[in-house]
């Protein structure tokens, strides 16, 4: 992997922390930078893709309602947890009151 120059200003506090880690880990400051900086974009990148993908079921009609999600999540922690609530298509839900 090729690499290019990449300056930033961090405050004090921050650069110390890193040269404390940097140093615990025998690894240079800039190798402890370029790690944390990929691990945090994969995240980000993540979180975008799983979005991306939510938007995507929604526009298309399928989503959890939120009152059952709070149903739910009130169960949490008592004797009759309630199992996740699965997604529903609106369409077929439109299409079930037609037809009651």
């Known amino acids: 992997m090729s690499t290019v120059p990449f300056s930033m200003r961090l405050d004090t506090k921050l650069k110390k922390r ?14 402890v ?9 994969d995240g980000l990148e993540y979180e975008r893709k799983i979005t991306d993908a ?4 929604f526009d298309q009609g399928i989503f959890v309602e939120g009152e059952a999600v709070h149903t739910w999540m009130r ?15 609106e369409i077929d839900v439109k299409r079930a009151k037609k037809v009651a």
Not at 54 to 57: K, S
Not at 75 to 89: Q, R, Y
């Open 75 to 89: 169960s949490w922690g008592t004797d009759k947890e309630l199992p996740m609530p699965k997604a529903v298509n």
């Open 54 to 57: 939510a938007f995507a079921e």
């Open 18 to 31: 890193l040269q404390k880690h940097a140093k615990t880990e025998k690894r240079p400051a800039s190798y």
């Open 33 to 41: 930078v370029q790690h944390a900086l990929e691990s945090y974009l």
